[in-house]
């Protein structure tokens, strides 16, 4: 078992920035590929980004490719989620999954692939 608990959201202005984490507890962190998706009101739950357990490998959806930038310590037991250039349209509850994987390079993208999940953290960009 993982437990997962993700902190960091807030409201910012529109070109603003946050920093998301992840924090990771139970079984070895550093044996689980991790990623970040959100949820807006009304929508469906979507891939932001992904990153394999070694760090080496890092997947990111089109619409935030060039201003997110995901991020891991397995020393700490940590995952992160740089989001800059913020848009309204990034307005969502935002959750870390984690996955266990054999493979140090594997990148999980699909929400239905991972077994574990945070609770979620609102980030709310105003115009």
């Known amino acids: 078992q993982v437990q997962l608990v993700e902190s960091g959201g807030g409201l910012v202005q529109a070109g603003g920035s946050l920093r998301l984490s992840c924090a990771a507890s139970?079984?070895?962190?550093?044996?689980?590929?991790l990623g970040w998706f959100r949820q807006a009101p009304g929508k469906e739950r979507e891939f932001v980004a992904a990153?394999?357990?070694?760090?080496?490998?890092?997947a990111y959806a089109d619409s935030v490719k060039g201003r997110f930038t995901i991020s891991r310590d397995n020393a700490k037991n940590m995952a992160y989620l740089q989001m800059n250039s913020l848009k309204p349209e990034d307005t969502a509850v935002y959750y870390c999954?984690?996955?266990?994987?054999?493979?140090?390079?594997?990148?999980?993208?699909?929400?239905?692939?991972?077994?574990?999940w945070g609770q979620g953290t609102q980030v709310t960009v105003s115009s």
């Open positions: 139970g079984r070895t962190f550093s044996r689980y590929g």
């Open positions: 999954a984690a996955q266990s994987v054999t493979d140090s390079l594997k990148i999980i993208v699909v929400s239905d692939d991972y077994n574990y």
């Open positions: 990153i394999s357990w070694s760090g080496f490998s890092t």
